[in-house]
């Protein structure tokens, strides 16, 4: 069965604490998204990457970082600079590097901070 | 700057009373405009792409249509299992095309 997945569902980060957010998909993607989704708001991208060993920024990437070292995978590491990082964090995939493809989406995890 | 706006935020409906949601957006050279339905807690479900004015996509109820500044989202006779957010995405305009701009959604309660 082809798909995205996410790990953990929910995941609980203490203060100063670094966590890392799983995405893995076996749709044979190229390209690969890292989303924040907060209440009343639009998706927002933090990262993207269109082929393995390289990704950009998005629109807030601050406080975030990835890495791309296989195709399948995509994780996100929410550092302890992110001073706001409880949120809903959805990871996409799309065929093509060049990105006019449709974006398919996991089923998210949620972050807290306690 | 680009965006994009969905109206209404919230509409409530008894099952078998159609309507529409709106997807308005201002990029330029528009390359694409996406639905997706996303459900309370899971990741958004991918509905219809549309590329071009005048094109039209049909799913079960739902009808995408696309003009130069907006879409549509007609819903036929709705189910209550119809009841979800609907959301709508366009690519920034220049760049990479990946770099999607979402709307904020519109939530959608069917009735019994």
């Known amino acids: 069965d082809g798909g995205i997945t996410q790990s953990p569902k929910y995941l609980f980060r203490k203060e100063g604490q670094n966590v890392t957010l799983s995405c893995e998909q076996n749709l044979n993607h190229d390209a690969m998204y890292w989303y924040r989704q907060d209440p009343g708001q639009g998706l927002r991208l933090i990262y993207y990457s269109q082929i393995v060993n390289d990704f950009q920024k998005g629109d807030i990437a601050e406080g975030y970082s990835v890495s791309r070292e296989k195709k399948e995978s995509f994780p996100l590491t929410v550092t302890s600079a992110q001073k706001n990082p409880t949120a809903f964090y959805l990871c996409a995939s799309s065929p093509g590097g060049d990105g006019q493809e449709t974006q398919y989406f996991g089923p998210g995890t949620r972050l807290l901070v306690l | 700057e680009d965006q994009v706006t969905q109206s209404p935020e919230a509409l409530r409906l008894q099952e078998g009373e159609s309507s529409s949601l709106n997807c308005s957006y201002t990029v330029s050279g528009l390359r694409g405009l996406f639905w997706y339905r996303q459900d309370p807690g899971k990741g958004p479900e991918f509905l219809f792409t549309l590329y071009s004015a005048g094109e039209e996509k049909e799913k079960e109820r739902l009808k995408a249509t696309l003009t130069k500044k907006e879409s549509f989202l007609h819903i036929t006779a709705p189910k209550p299992e119809d009841s979800a957010t609907y959301l709508c995405?366009?690519?920034?305009?220049?760049?990479?095309?990946?770099?999607?701009?979402f709307g904020t959604g519109t939530l959608l309660a069917v009735q019994p």
């Open positions: 995405a366009v690519p920034r305009n220049g760049g990479a095309t990946n770099k999607l701009i």
